[in-house]
């Protein structure tokens, strides 16, 4: 039978009473009735049930000739308890409580740090319980209720007020508002319409709305949050070598400290042989570092958990400690500091020719200035004609073949052999000027018309960037954009610097070089063309895009499509990681000023510690370390509640 720590705890608190009923007693030199058989049957029981494992654990350590932090616990216990045997039999006064009580202390930070593990999990199967039990499913032209894990891919689904939406989707009829603090920690309700994206789980407020299932079971947002999070409550952090690293030589440190304890107290300070061997206990037990191995998972735990909670997915330990290192944070344009959903604003020359011919050359590109120009013929009910040898250029332009003549639409980097006049040139400087994308149309080696294109910055980058600046972070923005466009942007969202006419490809070459000159990076991009910076830079933060969170590059990814999503990841990661800083100190310096006073170094000055409160002050330890990083869930993070 495997029990838990917590019961292990309770069953050896409750039989160490007796002999906690006696050390209080003591002073009133009133002494127990066969206080020693009774000492000797709850301590040996203590020790089958709960200190035995730790023996195991030791032993088989030594076996490979290493020692770990129960080699302290199990010597310590072992000690006490087999003297006290030798003790009872030789007639002398005996220590069952100081090995019942540290066995009973250490089980305390264990079992401290096994219900933060089940809490963390349960917050986990918490978020999976948030889910619609079933689902109102169109079938055969009715709607039917169907149990959520028989919903598929494709089913039309109908939310009426008040429920909660069974799996991610597209609105397909119907206008609503759905509160989604669940998954994003947005707690403003957000208005949904045909064509948005849903997110199961979230809750439908005012309106009746049918949408397509796009994604169950597991691939849902909500799968993959609770995915993502698993996975990084149970990574390494760097800093955590240091810690193994310390156990390391720590453990033989202690012993040898202990043997030399012994041995200067019982040759040379005129001690006797049990007061130099409590003293040596002592040692071992205070010098257990268990609070050291809690300090950087426990903070993991909780600081990942929490941000989970504000919609930013921290995908491991190792990202805590590079955004610590941070100073400067590039942004992607498109998508990332603007809406991402661009509109024809101003056309230039004639314009129904020029739009026809730009919107059938960009029927076939995916680039969203694309969609915008397509979009705007759309609207003008133009007829889109069919064009032959299309060719897109990456970071540029398209190219077609259209009625026979070679028609483009893109950037001044596609007009290497064609003249504009100078009218022309002065309308997109003046257009460039005002945050617009200037696309050149052109046709048989003419230039027949500009199109201004305009994508508005969102309403949160502004502050967004401003709280970054305040932090001491220098903002970038790198785009491929042209560099009096991205200027205006830059200012209107108070960018500090502008990289512009950058291909695609040359984005993560860019963050390079400003690794080069010494700088820690962040890059922020929509995860989806932006792989490589992301990878490349220091920290990559990708954005959530409808409800794909599954993004591979990136050690954080943001829920929400939201700038104010960096900030707070920012600062969340920052603050698990100064816990795990603080965890780390406190556990150490404990150790350190324990040992000697453990030692005896202080007995002239009346400073002492028996092994069962050298037990107490090391269970101490583990409990503060583990409350410390508890109060993560506590700390103040902007803009959340
Ligand atoms: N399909 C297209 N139609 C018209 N112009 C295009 C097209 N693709 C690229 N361009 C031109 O090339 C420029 C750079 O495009 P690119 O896709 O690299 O960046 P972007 O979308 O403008 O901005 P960001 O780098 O911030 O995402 C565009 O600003 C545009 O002038
Ligand atoms: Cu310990």
Same mark, same amino acid.
């Given at each position: 039978?495997?029990?838990?720590?917590?019961?292990?705890?309770?069953?050896?608190?409750?039989?160490?009473?007796?002999?906690?009923?006696?050390?209080?007693?003591?002073? *009133?030199?009133?002494?127990?009735?066969?206080?020693?058989?009774?000492a000797?049957?709850?301590?040996?029981?203590?020790?089958a049930?709960?200190?035995?494992?730790?023996?195991?654990? =030791?032993i088989?350590?030594f076996?490979?000739?290493?020692?770990?932090?129960?080699?302290?616990?199990?010597?310590?216990?072992?000690?006490?308890?087999f003297?006290?045997?030798?003790?009872?039999?030789?007639?002398?006064?005996?220590y069952?409580?100081?090995?019942?009580?540290?066995?009973?202390?250490v089980?305390?930070?264990?079992a401290?740090?096994?219900?933060?593990?089940?809490?963390?999990?349960?917050?986990?199967?918490?978020?999976?319980?948030?889910?619609?039990?079933?689902?109102?499913?169109?079938r055969?032209?009715? *709607?039917?209720?169907?149990?959520?894990?028989?919903?598929?891919?494709?089913?039309?689904?109908?939310?009426?007020?008040?429920?909660k939406?069974?799996?991610?989707?597209?609105?397909?009829?119907?206008?609503t508002?759905?509160?989604?603090?669940?998954?994003?920690?947005?707690?403003?309700?957000?208005?949904?319409?045909v064509?948005?994206?849903?997110?199961?789980?979230?809750?439908?407020?005012?309106?009746?709305?049918?949408?397509?299932? %796009?994604?169950?079971?597991?691939?849902?947002?909500?799968?993959?949050?609770?995915d993502?999070?698993?996975?990084?409550?149970?990574?390494?952090?760097?800093?955590?070598?240091?810690?193994?690293?310390?156990?390391?030589? !720590?453990?033989?440190?202690?012993?040898?400290?202990?043997?030399? %304890? !012994?041995?200067?107290?019982?040759?040379?300070?005129?001690?006797?042989?049990?007061?130099?061997?409590?003293?040596?206990?002592?040692?071992?037990?205070?010098?257990?570092?268990?609070a050291?191995?809690?300090?950087?998972?426990?903070?993991?735990?909780?600081?990942?958990?929490?941000?989970?909670?504000?919609?930013?997915?921290?995908?491991?330990?190792?990202?805590?400690?590079?955004?610590?290192?941070?100073?400067?944070?590039?942004?992607?344009?498109?998508?990332?500091? %603007?809406?991402g959903?661009?509109?024809v604003?101003?056309?230039?020359?004639?314009?129904?020719?020029?739009?026809?011919?730009a919107?059938?050359?960009?029927?076939?590109?995916?680039?969203?200035?694309a969609?915008?120009?397509?979009?705007?013929?759309?609207?003008?009910?133009?007829?889109?004609?069919?064009?032959n040898?299309?060719?897109?250029?990456?970071?540029?332009?398209?190219?077609?073949?259209?009625?026979?003549?070679t028609?483009?639409?893109?950037?001044?980097?596609?007009?290497a052999?064609?003249?504009?006049?100078?009218?022309?040139?002065?309308?997109?400087? +003046?257009?460039?000027?005002?945050?617009k994308?200037?696309?050149?149309?052109?046709?048989?080696?003419?230039?027949?018309?500009?199109?201004?294109?305009?994508?508005?910055?969102?309403?949160?980058?502004?502050?967004?960037?401003s709280?970054?600046?305040?932090r001491?972070?220098?903002?970038?923005?790198?785009?491929?954009?042209?560099?009096?466009? =991205?200027?205006?942007?830059a200012?209107?969202?108070?960018?500090?610097?502008?990289?512009?006419?950058?291909?695609?490809?040359? +984005?993560?070459?860019?963050i390079?070089?400003?690794?080069?000159?010494?700088?820690?990076?962040?890059?922020?991009?929509?995860?989806?063309?932006?792989?490589?910076?992301?990878?490349?830079a220091?920290?990559?933060?990708?954005?959530?895009?409808?409800?794909?969170?599954?993004?591979?590059?990136?050690?954080?990814?943001?829920?929400?499509?939201?700038?104010?999503?960096?900030?707070?990841?920012?600062?969340?990661?920052k603050?698990?990681?100064?816990?795990?800083?603080?965890?780390? *100190?406190?556990?150490?310096?404990?150790?350190?000023?324990?040992?000697?006073?453990?030692a005896?170094?202080?007995?002239?000055?009346?400073?002492?510690?028996?092994?069962e409160?050298?037990?107490?002050?090391?269970? !101490?330890?583990?409990?503060?370390?583990?409350?410390?990083?508890?109060?993560?869930?506590?700390?103040?993070?902007?803009?959340?509640?």
């Amino acid at each position: 039978m495997k029990l838990s720590n917590i019961k292990r705890f309770w069953i050896s608190f409750i039989l160490s009473i007796p002999m906690l009923i006696q050390m209080f007693a003591m002073p *009133f030199h009133w002494m127990m009735p066969g206080y020693n058989w009774i000492a000797l049957i709850t301590t040996t029981i203590i020790m089958a049930i709960s200190a035995l494992p730790y023996w195991k654990s =030791a032993i088989a350590a030594f076996k490979k000739h290493s020692a770990n932090m129960n080699t302290l616990v199990a010597t310590g216990t072992a000690v006490a308890y087999f003297y006290s045997i030798f003790a009872m039999i030789t007639n002398r006064p005996v220590y069952f409580e100081s090995a019942a009580f540290i066995t009973v202390f250490v089980l305390l930070g264990d079992a401290m740090e096994e219900k933060m593990h089940d809490n963390a999990s349960n917050a986990l199967g918490k978020l999976m319980g948030l889910q619609a039990k079933d689902a109102e499913v169109q079938r055969d032209g009715k *709607f039917v209720k169907i149990p959520l894990d028989q919903v598929q891919v494709g089913d039309i689904i109908r939310v009426k007020p008040g429920e909660k939406i069974p799996v991610d989707g597209e609105i397909l009829e119907g206008v609503t508002t759905l509160d989604e603090s669940m998954v994003t920690g947005e707690s403003m309700p957000v208005v949904k319409k045909v064509g948005d994206t849903v997110v199961g789980s979230t809750i439908n407020s005012n309106g009746t709305i049918t949408f397509k299932a %796009t994604k169950v079971g597991s691939d849902t947002m909500l799968a993959q949050i609770v995915d993502l999070v698993k996975k990084a409550q149970t990574s390494h952090a760097p800093i955590q070598n240091l810690t193994d690293k310390i156990s390391n030589i !720590f453990v033989p440190a202690v012993m040898i400290i202990a043997i030399l %304890t !012994f041995i200067i107290w019982y040759s040379f300070l005129g001690a006797t042989a049990v007061e130099a061997m409590l003293f040596a206990v002592s040692v071992i037990v205070i010098a257990c570092p268990c609070a050291l191995g809690l300090a950087t998972p426990t903070a993991l735990m909780v600081g990942t958990a929490r941000s989970a909670k504000m919609g930013v997915l921290i995908k491991n330990g190792e990202v805590l400690q590079e955004v610590s290192d941070l100073n400067t944070v590039v942004f992607d344009k498109t998508g990332t500091i %603007t809406v991402g959903k661009p509109e024809v604003t101003d056309i230039f020359g004639d314009e129904k020719q020029v739009l026809r011919i730009a919107a059938s050359l960009e029927e076939s590109s995916e680039h969203s200035l694309a969609t915008a120009i397509v979009k705007k013929a759309d609207s003008e009910k133009l007829q889109i004609e069919k064009v032959n040898d299309f060719e897109a250029i990456e970071g540029k332009g398209v190219k077609a073949n259209y009625h026979d003549q070679t028609a483009f639409v893109g950037s001044n980097r596609l007009l290497a052999d064609v003249n504009i006049s100078q009218e022309m040139n002065q309308q997109a400087t +003046k257009l460039q000027e005002e945050a617009k994308t200037v696309v050149y149309v052109g046709l048989n080696g003419e230039i027949i018309g500009l199109i201004a294109i305009q994508d508005i910055p969102k309403s949160s980058s502004k502050e967004a960037i401003s709280e970054l600046k305040k932090r001491g972070l220098k903002t970038v923005m790198l785009t491929g954009d042209n560099e009096k466009v =991205a200027q205006a942007i830059a200012n209107e969202v108070g960018i500090d610097q502008v990289i512009a006419g950058v291909l695609p490809n040359e +984005k993560a070459e860019h963050i390079q070089e400003l690794q080069q000159n010494g700088d820690k990076v962040a890059f922020v991009g929509d995860g989806i063309n932006d792989a490589p910076a992301l990878s490349t830079a220091d920290v990559g933060i990708a954005m959530g895009s409808g409800t794909d969170i599954a993004i591979d590059s990136g050690g954080i990814v943001l829920v929400q499509n939201d700038l104010r999503g960096v900030v707070r990841a920012l600062d969340i990661s920052k603050k698990t990681f100064n816990r795990i800083k603080l965890n780390l *100190f406190w556990a150490l310096i404990y150790n350190t000023i324990g040992i000697p006073i453990a030692a005896g170094l202080f007995v002239g000055l009346g400073f002492t510690l028996s092994p069962e409160l050298a037990g107490l002050a090391m269970a !101490f330890s583990s409990v503060s370390v583990v409350g410390s990083s508890l109060l993560l869930n506590k700390t103040k993070i902007a803009g959340t509640n």
